[in-house]
Nanobody, 123 residues
Framework: QVQLQESGPGLVKPSQTLSLTCTVA??????????WSWIRQPPGKGLEWVGA???????YYSPSLKSRTSISKYTSKNQFTLQLSSVTPEDTAVYYC???????????????WGQGTQVTVSS
């Protein structure tokens, strides 16, 4: 019974870096054939895949966000993180972490998702 929980500041100022942590319980982020993913949903818009790190440590990013996105895993804490730099109000969204079997999927039924955390970019 894997569970994921997002944490981090709910408010970030423009031009700063958005940093979130996903804590995984009930399973190891180093085992299995999974993509440990970050997905977001801006208000009034659909789900957008941000990026992922695999159990073996490979990282993948959305082309539109790659230049300012970094995803890292911390095995000792069973956590993985998201850093999104140079944020603007357009980065305001609910951010989810998820364990999914397919790269870049936003189909919730295919994986285990956290409850999501609201991040607002505003001065």
């Amino acid at each position: 019974q894997v569970q994921l929980q997002e944490s981090g500041p709910g408010l970030v100022k423009p031009s700063q870096t958005l940093s979130l942590t996903c804590t995984v319980a009930g399973g190891s982020i180093t085992t299995g054939d999974y993509y440990w993913s970050w997905i977001r949903q801006p208000p009034g818009k659909g789900l957008e895949w941000v990026g992922a790190v695999t159990s073996s440590g490979s990282t993948y990013y959305s082309p539109s966000l790659k230049s300012r996105t970094s995803i890292s895993k911390y095995t000792s804490k069973n956590q993985f993180t998201l850093q999104l730099s140079s944020v603007t109000p357009e980065d305001t969204a609910v951010y989810y972490c998820a364990r999914v079997p397919i790269l870049n999927t936003v189909l919730r039924a295919l994986g285990v998702w956290g409850q999501g955390t609201q991040v607002t970019v505003s001065s």
